[in-house]
C-alpha cells in the first residue's frame, strides 16, 4: 500500500479556487483506487501525489492533524 496526498476541491460545479483547496492523505493500493473512492463525491480532484517514506515523514512531523483514510482493497 501507498499514501497518497490528494489536493481538491469541495465542489464539482465552481470554478478552482487556489485558497480554497483542501488535502487529504489516503492509503491505497494505486491511484486508480483513489480516484475510484472520490468518484461519487462531490469534489474536484486537483492532484494526487505518492508521497516517498522522506515526503511522509515531513508531513506528520508538521502537520498536527495529520491523519490517513486507509482504503480496503
Avoid at 5 to 19: A, G, P, S
Avoid at 44 to 72: Q, R
Wanted: aromatic letters at 10%.
Amino acid at each position: 500500500m501507498n499514501i497518497f496526498k490528494v489536493f481538491y476541491q469541495n465542489h464539482k460545479t465552481q470554478r478552482i479556487i487556489r485558497e480554497e483547496t483542501l488535502s487529504v492523505y489516503i492509503e491505497a493500493k494505486n491511484i486508480e483506487q483513489v480516484r475510484k473512492y472520490f468518484a461519487d463525491k462531490e469534489v474536484t480532484l486537483e492532484h494526487i501525489e505518492a508521497l516517498s517514506p522522506d515526503h511522509l515523514a515531513y508531513e506528520k512531523e508538521h502537520n498536527e492533524n495529520f491523519e490517513v483514510i486507509k482504503l480496503d482493497e
